[in-house]
């Protein structure tokens, strides 16, 4: 199935029921017309961080599913894929072959290996140093292999997952027999996770090196456009990357935008959003929450550093349930500039805010992405933290079938349904269309949408100091915060 104009959820496979086949019938039940994609968080195989260090992708978790379920979801939803480009879980069968065959195996040349990509008396600190990194030290693990001998590997996420050099044939072959497998199976679109990291290069940061990152998406994408697939590169930096990506005609995640709606909503100040949306591609999805936490430095430049400082205090003192240690090494914490709470949360746990933020996202430029916790405005799960002392478990409940039946009884889901239904259905949200904004005063917004042609129009006037906020359609006032009725 083709990518549609439809809102995409955001889900793990077990998070709205228990596994796919229950993840079926909550979408079937509750969800029809709210949502028309399915972002399928990692199903695979895999030996840590919730997926993502998947060890076999020709085969589903059998905890989570088969391939019939994931097919049976593509057949009324458009869906995406996670292929982490990057990495391999050091469980998978190449990497085993490796450590037990050494040099005689056949998918030596699948690893950066560190002996062979530095020159003699290399890595120096500086090097070390160098490199962008996740964490504070040299992002190389080292290996015992079954002849008895050691040598070092390049790891940049954690002990699980080995980095794969993207450079070799033996990478190529498996990368070409990875995105047809998941055409195969219903994949409308791959999340390229973690694709910044993918080239290492000698002198060089080994984060998004140009000009070789684009021979490598360049690759990947005439792969993927032999069975009608799109990519869609996932990183978390500075905004100005993500509009070079889109300058050459992919689809972007707006991650900018969580950031700059806290800012707004907490400051009641409409100028920094204004501007934002003006900027921003068509080509896009858009995103409130995500499986991650709220990135701080994708904002960077959109506010400035003393309103993003503003806006990660203001989260601390207006959020609900949400601390700083949260986002800290004693949880587990992979990365400083992001914040760990759900959006709800973030807002406070207030409906009308919440609403806002929504309406917001809707009518932003590009296709809005609702992770699955924020469609069910779903609070901090500080039991499930507290748990398992991982930061971003926060955001991470798991839902079960009565408790859905519950939460989707709550007036606010309801209007966020209705909310999300109207965007899905209406031609004025048209890619191909225009956006329209204006600032009338300090803290008002007027955003419009129109189709192509012009002949559709929807308009969200908002006040973002009292929350207060209308939707209009061709003359007819679809949304009012005041009643908090559709």
Request: with cysteine.
């Given at each position: ?71 049976a ?39 950066i ?22 964490k504070d ?13 050691t040598?070092?590997?390049w790891?940049?996420?954690g ?12 990478v ?6 990875t ?6 199976h ?12 993918a ?29 009608d ?7 978390h ?8 990506i889109?300058?050459h ?16 909503l ?26 991650d ?27 609900a ?59 901090n799960d ?25 939460e ?21 949200f048209?890619?191909?269309g ?47 915060s ?5």
């Open positions: 199935m083709k990518i549609k104009n439809e809102a995409m959820l955001i889900t793990y496979a077990d998070s709205l029921g228990k596994n796919m086949g229950e993840l079926k019938q909550v979408l079937d039940k509750h969800l029809q017309g709210v949502i028309g994609g399915v972002h399928l968080l990692p199903f695979f195989p895999s030996t840590g961080d919730r997926g993502f260090a998947p060890s076999d992708y020709t085969t589903v978790d059998p905890a989570l599913g088969t391939w019939e379920d994931v097919e979801l593509g057949e009324d939803y458009y869906l995406m894929f996670d292929f982490m480009i990057n990495h391999i879980s050091r469980e998978s069968k190449f990497f085993q072959d490796f450590k037990k065959n050494h040099e005689q195996s056949p998918y030596k040349e699948m690893f290996r560190i002996h062979e990509f530095f020159p003699e008396n290399r890595p120096t600190q500086e090097d070390i140093n160098l490199i962008y990194k996740r030290k040299a992002p190389f693990q080292t290996v015992e292999f079954a002849d008895g001998t040598e070092e590997v790891n940049t996420f002990e699980e997952q080995i980095d794969l050099d993207v450079t070799k044939e033996v190529k072959e498996f990368i070409r027999e995105i047809k497998d998941m055409a195969n219903g994949c409308s679109l791959i999340r390229l996770d973690a694709f910044a990291y080239i290492k290069k000698l002198d060089t940061n080994d984060f998004f090196v140009e000009p070789d990152i684009w021979e490598l998406l360049d690759e990947v994408r005439q792969e993927a456009a032999k069975y697939v799109e990519l869609l590169p996932e990183i930096e500075h905004y100005s990357i993500q509009m070079k889109a300058n005609d992919y689809y972007i995640y707006d991650f900018a935008l969580p950031m700059v709606t806290l800012y707004s907490y400051s009641g100040k409409s100028e920094r959003l204004a501007n934002w949306l003006k900027m921003s591609p068509m080509k896009q999805f858009t995103t409130l929450d995500t499986h936490g709220i990135g701080v430095v994708d904002a960077r430049d959109l506010l400035t550093d003393e309103e993003l400082d503003y806006t990660s205090e203001e989260l601390y003192k207006v959020g349930n949400v601390k700083k240690v949260y986002s800290s090494a004693n949880y587990n914490n992979l990365d400083i500039y992001q914040i760990n709470s759900t959006y709800y949360s973030a807002l406070g746990d207030n409906d009308r805010s919440y609403l806002l933020a929504r309406a917001i996202q809707v009518f932003a430029p590009g296709i809005p992405q609702i992770y699955y916790v924020g469609l069910l405005a779903g609070k500080i039991e499930l933290l507290e748990a398992t002392k991982e930061g971003r478990n926060i955001n991470r409940h798991y839902y079960d079938l009565a408790e859905i039946e519950e989707v009884q709550r007036p606010v889901i309801q209007q966020l349904f209705a909310l999300l239904k109207f965007r899905n259905e209406s031609a004025a048209d890619l191909d225009t956006i329209e904004v204006a600032t009338p005063s300090e803290s008002e917004i007027v955003i419009t949408r129109k189709n192509k042609n012009g002949s559709d129009s929807a308009t969200l006037t908002a006040n973002l100091d009292t929350k207060e906020f209308i939707i209009e359609s061709k003359d007819i006032k679809i949304f009012t005041v009643a908090l009725k559709f």
